[in-house]
């Protein structure tokens, strides 16, 4: 009798809602009609249930279902649930394990963890448009559920969900989904033959509506799909792929998404997204940098983070999280680059002294200035101004970046020049030269080499420096450390192609200038590399990323390259370029006067022979001098 009851009253409740609410009940109702209900209803939350029918028919008026309310009642095949609804606690159906198909009222506003667990006959779940979320577990261990379609106000899906729906064949999300937990636990292979979604060469598995839930590849560039809209938590965590590129019909990433990708160097995020999910960013050592876009409207906590610098817009969500997090920010508008194409023309641009002891004679030759500001910055390494000399391909290397970015010119180098190729070597050249020859051993350049990074890293930075300077970017210092030398050359370009060295198969190279051969370009001194494994190799020194880690500096920082600029004499009378003015230029401003063909003065040396000024060398220029001296 009391079943009957109660299917009656369900049934007049569904009649009333059809004729347009012509007819409800009141409280008075519901304490009568709970008379007849196997349950404990206390105002309008049903806090326990002790029936044993198959049908449940929960009364009208009843708004919220307590936790673990029907827990454990394998009776139970079907549940009528009342308009007006608000809430299902956690657990409430859990162990159900008769429940085989249930429909939420549109007004049903939360479910509670594990609402659903365990009931292994449930094959069909329908939620309402009321639903934001499918909290922890919802459906956990569901092992017959086939089919779960929810409204297009659910936002999250979290942890654990369908762990255990091992029948799951269609789940039916809107795009309104802006969070994707970890939903199926770690093993998907148990679903991805049933579920709706695919997996594809590369090892990205994606369900139907663009969630990516699972990364299974290898590979060192991770290209995300273009039907990616959402990351979920964890799907990429632990990638040993060096950079991760999304599209532009990402919108959210989730939690941890690429937590602990040790070796991920560089992300390059699509204008459009809008979130980044609580540490998604953290413990990725190799990740230095990140241009967060304007459409960022949120960035999650990020324990661990290893960010040094962040570009975007100032005001944006990209500024705050800069500063909340003591991270330095700089305007990504700074960094456009729209210009011409940045070259090097060998005969113009680059040195024609070679990196060989002939054209230093054979020692570091420093001015007393010179000397004396290389004693103030190099803490350490004081006792290599007068070491034997062994090579000079740092100073010609920094240098001719920093006469690019016009730091300086050749004038100011070797009075007389107008391109770097007409500089000859003299002592004040070779004291110039020296000197950026030793700033490798200063604190900053020495902290560039100790920096936490991979050889894949060092070589993505390397690729998108050769890149940048066909759009204004600026040349860039590389050096290497072979087995038992090290060497600096200058990047300045960079091609693609198809080159077989060695066995080997590479489709991009960046040009190098290189000291050693410095009048002519050599394509052996090139660096060429393979861009989908970051393979690279010099042929000309006989190393590869295959045989050791042999890249220690990659910048075009010029306020690191001349963060201790080089301290110019510019006084006049310094006839034979020493760097110094002494007797020995008084002698030779006598054998010009003279005009003695056979004193070996330099161009240079006659500009610096002018101590006056007045474009003419005579012997008011000697009284100049000798004043000087005086």
Request: proline residues 3%; hydrophobic residues 40%; glycine residues 10%.
């Amino acid at each position: 009798m009391k079943r009957l009851v109660t299917v009656m009253l369900a049934m007049l409740c569904a009649l009333a809602t059809m004729l347009g609410g012509g007819f409800s009940i009141s409280a008075e109702t519901i304490t009568e009609t709970t008379a007849f209900f196997p349950g404990d209803i206390q105002g309008t939350t049903l806090l326990s249930y002790n029936g044993t029918t198959e049908i449940v028919s929960i009364p009208e008026g009843v708004t919220v279902i307590s936790e673990n309310c029907f827990a454990n009642h394998s009776e139970i095949e079907t549940v009528i649930l009342p308009d007006g609804l608000l809430e299902i606690g956690g657990g409430a159906f859990n162990m159900c394990t008769g429940l085989r198909e249930i429909s939420i009222p549109k007004s049903v506003k939360s479910i509670g963890a594990v609402a659903f667990a365990n009931c292994t006959s449930l094959n069909v779940f329908t939620g309402a448009d009321s639903l934001t979320e499918l909290p922890y577990g919802t459906f956990l261990l569901c092992s017959n559920l086939e089919t779960v379609s929810v409204g297009a106000n659910l936002e999250s899906v979290e942890d654990w969900c369908f762990y255990g729906c091992t029948k799951l064949k269609q789940l039916n999300l809107h795009e309104g989904v802006k969070h994707f937990g970890n939903a199926f636990g770690d093993d998907l292979s148990q679903y991805t033959a049933l579920l709706d979604a695919y997996t594809d060469e590369n090892g990205f598995t994606v369900l139907n509506g663009g969630y990516l839930i699972a990364y299974d590849g290898n590979a060192k560039q991770i290209t995300i799909p273009d039907s990616v809209r959402l990351i979920a938590d964890h799907a990429l965590k632990d990638t040993q792929g060096v950079v991760v590129i999304c599209h532009a019909s990402m919108k959210y990433i989730g939690k941890a998404a690429f937590q602990s990708c040790q070796t991920m160097m560089d992300l390059i995020l699509n204008n459009g997204l809008q979130s980044i999910g609580t540490n998604a960013l953290s413990d990725m050592p190799c990740l230095d940098s990140l241009f967060v876009p304007d459409s960022v409207m949120e960035i999650g906590t990020q324990e661990n983070c290893t960010l040094n610098v962040i570009y975007g817009t100032p005001g944006t969500a990209a500024e705050e999280f800069a500063l909340e997090n003591g991270i330095a920010f700089h305007d990504a508008a700074e960094l456009q680059l729209s210009g011409e194409p940045v070259t090097i023309n060998y005969g113009t641009d680059t040195w024609s002294i070679q990196n060989a002891g002939a054209d230093f004679n054979g020692e570091y030759y420093l001015t007393e200035a010179a000397r004396d500001r290389l004693g103030e910055i190099m803490t350490v390494y004081q006792d290599k101004m007068d070491a034997a000399w062994d090579g000079e391909c740092f100073g010609l290397s920094i240098s001719l970046i920093l006469l690019k970015a016009g730091e300086f010119t050749p004038e100011q180098i070797q009075p007389g020049a107008k391109t770097v190729s007409e500089i000859t070597s003299d002592q004040a050249v070779q004291s110039f030269l020296n000197y950026y020859h030793f700033t490798q051993h200063t604190v900053d350049m020495k902290s560039l080499a100790t920096a936490p990074k991979t050889e894949s890293q060092s070589m993505y930075r390397i690729i998108q420096m050769g890149k940048a300077s066909k759009h204004g970017g600026l040349p860039f210092l590389i050096s290497f450390s072979f087995t038992e030398s090290g060497h600096a050359v200058v990047g300045y370009g960079q091609e693609d192609g198809s080159w077989e060295i060695g066995g080997e198969t590479y489709d991009g190279r960046i040009l190098i200038w290189d000291p050693n051969f410095p009048t002519a370009p050599n394509e052996n001194a090139y660096l060429y590399y393979d861009s989908r494994t970051l393979a690279h190799c010099v042929p000309c020194y006989n190393a590869d990323s295959k045989s050791a880690s042999f890249i220690k500096r990659v910048t075009n920082a010029v306020d690191i390259l001349n963060a201790y600029p080089y301290p110019f004499d510019t006084r006049a009378g310094d006839v034979n370029r020493d760097g110094e003015v002494r007797i020995s230029d008084a002698v030779m401003l006598a054998h010009i006067i003279a005009e003695d063909a056979g004193a070996g003065i330099t161009t240079a040396g006659l500009y610096s022979a002018d101590c006056n000024n007045d474009g003419l060398i005579q012997l008011v220029d000697m009284r100049v001098l000798l004043k000087q001296l005086i």
